[in-house]
């Protein structure tokens, strides 16, 4: 579930953000209506970090065993199939 809050309740409701963040691991702060920032618990910034390093290192495994080196426009066309 997606909890938005104004960024005025990080400085006055802070309780109340720290509280839904260890219930949700997350919440999307805004400033005027516009999304501005995310503030994560600990646990949540440790897997995201996690699962990039695990990636980034599967694709430094992989580019040491393949010679094959693409350009830009050819990932992102790939992607975008």
Known sequence: M???RPVSDLRNKFVD???AVKKNG?????KNGYGSM???SI?????IIN????????ADRQA????RRLAHAE????LRK
């Open 75 to 78: 990932v992102f066309d790939g």
């Open 17 to 19: 953000i720290e509280e």
């Open 51 to 58: 699962n990039v390093e695990l990636s980034l290192d599967e």
């Open 26 to 30: 997350h919440v999307i702060l805004t």
């Open 64 to 67: 040491e065993t393949d010679s």
């Open 43 to 47: 646990e949540e910034y440790s897997r």
């Open 2 to 4: 997606l909890d938005i």
């Open 38 to 40: 995310v503030v994560l």
